[in-house]
Structures are given as C-alpha cells and as structure tokens.
C-alpha cells in the first residue's frame, strides 16, 4: 500500500516561496501508469488542484492556470521525492496542501485506458502565511 | 476554472438513503466519465469513494454508488450510517481553458 507524507515549514512569511517535499513510501515513484500530485484546502473551503508531475524523461509537469506563473513541482527519483514551490506568496495561499498519487491508466491484458482520479493521499500539511 | 456545484449540506436518517449531486459542464463532467468522489473526515485526508463514475475501489462499502445523468454525477449513500457523516467533494477531468482537474464545492453529509 503506498504512502505520502508531506513536509516543510508551517509558516511562511508574505512575498517569500512556499516549498514542500513529499515523499513517496511503498510503491514506485517512476510508475507509468500514475502521477504525483499537490493539492490545497484552505480552512473551511473546498479543494483546489495546483499541478501534478509526472515521469516522462526528467519529468513532465502540468499546472492549475489559476497558479502557472507562480508554481513549480519538481521529482527527485532517487529519494522518491516530488516536490512544490510556490512564489511570492499571500495570505491567500495558507492552507492544508496535500500530496496525491494520481492514476492516469488502466492496463489489463495488455491494453491501457486512461482514467484521472486520486487513489492515495498524504494527511496534509498546514502553511499559513503570515508576517 | 469553475468549480463543479455541490449542495452544501444533505442530511438524511440512519438507514435511509440520500444523493449528492456534481454538476458540471460539458467540457468536464458531462463530456467525460472521468468523475470521482472523495469522503473526508474533519482533519484527515480525503478517501477515494468512486472513480470513473460508477467504479468502486476495493475495500470501499457497497453501500456507495455512483452515476451519471447529462452534465451532473451523483454519488448515493444507501442504508445511510454514522460513520458516514462528513465531507464529500466530486472531481473531474476538465478541458475548460485548459487540463486538468477541477473539483466541486463540497457536501457536508449529516446523520440525523
């Protein structure tokens, strides 16, 4: 059964770069078939996608456009490791961040389809952002 | 992206059943069964309940289903129980503006 943890600073001062490390346990990091994922929730709020990454060459990522200028997720396969960065942050970006596996296919029999959901997640972590 | 809309609370009875519509648009949830639901208890994670529309992964009750009708998904709740009380957010695949996922507003699943 695979694993995510997040990790990283709680607090974050305005202006400064939000990072967090999320380390994968129990299961390969270099799958084809899944992706590795950030998603935050704001206190009381819903969920919101932030971008995924995934193992084609060094590693291929796709990002939320409400968010592309200022993110960056980035893989370290040695240490089964994904990783998020988030730029000039504001107070509107405190909240709990989650880490996801996401699978991207199915394959059985030899032939594959494409499915999009989260299978595993991390338990979260809460940045707040504050002078 | 717009999020998918959610009621924000249900409530229903010990052993009744209730529904929990996820309506979306074309370019996400009506244009593709790639809708999943999600349960999450105050303070944790959420819990993958339903993919591609009707799937149930293993270990998940089968008191839970999913379904499709146009542009919104629903997740039911049958023989409703406490343990069952809590958040429940929908996601899809999307297309608008561009990939990848968008979420719905969130439930709030109450067990009178």
């Known amino acids: 059964q695979v694993q995510l943890q997040e990790s990283g600073p709680g607090l974050v001062k305005p202006s400064q770069t939000l990072s967090l490390t999320c380390t994968v346990s129990?299961?390969?990091?270099?799958?084809?078939?899944?992706?590795w994922s950030w998603i935050r929730q704001p206190a009381g709020k819903g969920l919101e996608w932030i971008g995924r990454i995934y193992m084609s060459g060094s590693g291929s990522a796709n990002y939320s456009p409400s968010l592309k200028s200022r993110v960056s997720i980035s893989i370290d396969t040695s240490k089964s490791q994904f990783s998020l960065k988030v730029n000039s942050v504001t107070a509107a970006d405190t909240a709990v961040y989650f880490c996801a596996r996401e699978v991207g296919a199915h394959c059985s029999g030899g032939s594959c389809y494409p499915t999009f959901y989260f299978d595993s997640w991390g338990q979260g972590t809460l940045v707040t952002v504050s002078a | 992206q717009s999020a998918l809309t959610q009621p924000a609370s249900v409530s229903g009875s010990h052993g009744q059943s209730i529904s929990i519509s996820c309506t979306g648009s074309s370019k996400d949830s009506g244009g593709y069964n790639y809708v999943s639901w999600y349960q999450q208890h105050p303070g944790k994670a959420p819990k993958l309940m339903i993919y591609d529309v009707i799937n149930r992964p293993s270990g998940v009750s089968h008191r839970f289903s999913g379904s499709k009708s146009g542009n919104t998904a629903s997740l039911t709740i049958s023989g409703l129980q406490s343990e069952d009380e809590g958040d429940y957010f929908c996601a899809s695949y999307t297309t608008n503006k561009t990939p990848w996922y968008v979420f719905g507003t969130g439930t709030q699943v109450t067990v009178l």
């Open positions: 129990g299961g390969s990091i270099t799958s084809g078939s899944h992706y």
